[in-house]
């Protein structure tokens, strides 16, 4: 499916994809293109666009030896900026061609510049990016948008009217995978400290709601009760792997800072204050969203709800750190404060929504730091055995942990396969998760290794690429069935 969209400068333009079809609004022209028939411009055009990429990628090098005296500092930024978020975002058009999420191109294509581009034509510019602070801070503000997103789209009260389905399969899913996880980094990381084994088991806790929902719509089963519990439980496993990241981010603080591992005691305090924060921050909402709504609509400026969304977002972000919380809480907060039950905030029924007004910024820098998550990779890493174990452990953990999920599923007449499959995918949230550990650090060394780090890549990458596959399967096999 392929759309060509035609707007004057200046005016707002939406496109959202759904079942199979683009529906817009804002637009004055649009031209649609049947799924299916064939791509003869495009693909000269990716084509020829790819090439400049690729000669753009053998220029880095020279660009980057030639200003190493400090000149042209901004410059080399845009340049690598401009290169990076290209080309994830040809690699994700790639992907989806084939039918899987834009995510697992934005990673391979990472991967590929991290390890292939160094071989061909030097090391000097893609170590330039992987030690660059700014594009690191935009990659962190786009993990804030993407989360800060996921909140507005969040609807609190299905997690009520899915019923203890969704609850139990969230729980089982949050905890098997993570003694798995845990159990794993124990044994093949003895060496590591012991927050790093928690940690490593935190990351498989995950579920990708981003992916679930993809796949869901794909195949038509969204509003299914399947469905409808899948949704419910990525949502609410999502917020308690947030917690649970919220708690192994604070055990990492204390020992990094000489202090020894949290008691009991503090652990509960900071799941208390983990969810004080989400309940504060709903309860606001309720209160004063329509007050902000309303003041937006009152200046008559129609990117002001957007100003204010990022405002609070990144202030919230800002706040969940102030109390030793990650700041994608705050981001997560900051979205269900605006928008706790997903209707669509916006300042006047004419003019577009949150969630849409954030596309364009989400566009830019969500890829961004998917890209420089695989630039992170080392395949070389990857070379040496017990990473390979390490690797291969983690994806049977990771998959077996939510196959347990069935146990979860206590109504008749529901394909409880179904319903565990939809939860393995671990995409942008365990990148999120593996990100966050490749920064924490104790005594100076970072709590994941390049060698763990890129054996949860691919996880995550396995992980992905398999759920679209096993869910045809597993609705199938229920359909020849009955």
């Known amino acids: ?15 959202i994809r759904r079942s199979g079809r683009y529906v817009h609004n804002g637009s004055k022209k649009i031209v649609i293109r049947a799924a299916g028939a064939p791509w003869p411009r495009v693909t000269r055009r990716l084509r020829w666009t790819a090439a400049g990429l690729f000669i753009g990628l053998c220029a880095p090098d020279l660009a980057f030896a030639a200003g190493a005296d400090g000149t042209a500092h901004f410059g080399k930024i845009l340049f690598a900026l401009a290169v990076l978020v290209m080309a994830a975002k040809l690699a994700g058009l790639v992907v989806e061609r084939w039918g899987q999420p834009a995510v697992l191109g934005e990673l391979l294509v990472g991967v590929g510049l991290g390890n292939l581009v160094p071989t061909m034509f030097g090391n000097t510019g893609i170590e330039y ?23 507005l789209e969040t609807d609190l009260r299905a997690l009520l009217r899915v019923g203890w389905s969704s609850v139990l399969v969230a729980v089982i899913g949050l905890i098997a995978p993570m003694l798995l996880g845990w159990g794993a980094a124990f044994w093949l990381m003895p060496d590591s400290p012991a927050v790093a084994h928690v940690f490593m088991g935190a990351t498989l806790s995950a579920t990708s709601i981003g992916i679930t929902v993809r796949v869901l719509k794909e195949l038509g089963v969204g509003q299914t009760r399947e469905g409808q519990i899948m949704l419910g439980a990525a949502v609410l496993d999502d917020i308690l792997g947030l917690v649970v990241l919220a708690v192994v981010s604070g055990a990492v603080s204390a020992q990094s800072s000489g202090g020894p591992m949290p008691s009991a005691l503090a652990i509960g305090g900071i799941i208390a204050r983990a969810f004080l924060f989400l309940a504060i921050t ?10 902000i709504v309303r003041f937006a609509a009152w200046t008559g400026q129609h990117d002001m709800l957007l100003i204010i969304g990022l405002a609070l977002c990144f202030s919230l972000a800002y706040a969940a750190e102030l109390i030793g919380l ?38 830019l820098f969500v890829p961004l730091f998917f890209v420089l998550m695989g630039i992170g990779v080392k395949l070389q890493s990857l070379a040496d055995p017990m990473t390979m174990a390490l690797g291969a452990v983690l994806v049977v953990c990771a998959v077996a942990g939510k196959l347990a999920c069935i146990f979860g599923v206590v109504e008749a007449q529901v394909n409880r396969l179904a319903v565990a499959i939809g939860m393995i995918p671990r995409g942008e949230v365990g990148l999120i998760f593996a ?48």
């Not at 992987?130 to 909140?151: K, N, Y």
């Not at 709903?282 to 007050?291: E, N, P, Q």
């Not at 290794?449 to 396995?462: D, Q, R």
């Open 1 to 15: 499916m392929s759309v060509l969209l035609f707007t004057p400068f200046g005016e707002t333009l939406t496109a």
């Open 129 to 151: 990016v992987r030690s660059q602070p700014t594009l690191l801070v935009l990659a962190e503000v786009g993990v804030l948008i993407l989360l800060f997103d996921v909140g």
């Open 282 to 291: 709903v309860g606001i909402g309720r209160l004063a969203s329509r007050h």
């Open 326 to 363: 990650a700041g994608i809480i705050g981001a997560l907060s900051a979205g269900l404060m605006l928008d706790p039950f997903g209707e669509g905030v916006r300042a006047r029924q004419e003019d577009a929504t949150l969630s849409s007004l954030l596309h364009p910024l989400s566009s």
């Open 435 to 482: 990100g966050i550990g490749a920064n924490l650090t104790i005594q100076g060394r970072p709590i994941l290794t390049e060698g763990a780090f890129s054996a949860i890549v691919l996880m995550v990458l396995i992980t992905t690429l398999i759920v679209p596959i096993g869910l045809r399967w597993a609705f199938a096999r229920s359909e020849a069935q009955a």
